[in-house]
């Protein structure tokens, strides 16, 4: 099982909209119309990104997502295998087997990083990330420590 450490990617950048361009965004809202909710979805900050099965999947909220396997999305695993020489992979060859690493996405600034799966899915799914599990674990429960600016 992978540690939680942060793997940088120098010089890797997705576009801030990177969400609208695979179809994340627009696959939600046409969920929550099919829901016939009111409203639109409000994308999030961070995004996840992995392949299970050869299926690319996005992550943002408590929204996961199977993304179309065309480009620009199916370029990911081979440019994260180029640019870590095939150290860090965030695909699994089936879809009951999630993969070592999630790709996380900062559509503030564009920048990417690598997280061990479980640990960076917790990151993009919460509505507030903060630092360790349960802020009832130690003596500052009543603040929580919140990531970011």
């Not at 640019?83 to 600034?109: A, K, N």
Request: charged share 25%; aromatic share 12%.
């Amino acid at each position: 099982m992978a540690e939680n450490v942060l793997i940088p990617l120098p010089g890797f950048e997705l576009p801030p909209d990177y969400p609208w361009r695979i179809g994340f965004v627009a696959m939600v809202n046409d969920q929550l119309r099919r829901l016939r909710t009111t409203g639109y979805f409000l994308p999030p900050r961070f995004f996840g990104y992995y392949f299970q099965a050869r299926m690319p999947v996005g992550v943002g909220g408590s929204w996961t997502v199977s993304l179309d396997p065309s480009q620009p999305t199916a370029v990911l695993p081979r440019m994260l295998d180029r640019l870590t020489q095939g150290e860090y992979r965030i695909t699994s060859e089936r879809r009951d087997v999630p993969p070592d690493y999630l790709l996380v996405h900062d559509r503030r600034d564009g920048a990417c990083w690598l997280w061990s799966f479980a640990d960076g899915l917790r990151f993009v799914e919460a509505v507030e990330p903060t630092l360790g599990d349960d802020p009832g674990d130690s003596d500052d429960a009543e603040k929580p420590k919140l990531l970011g600016p």
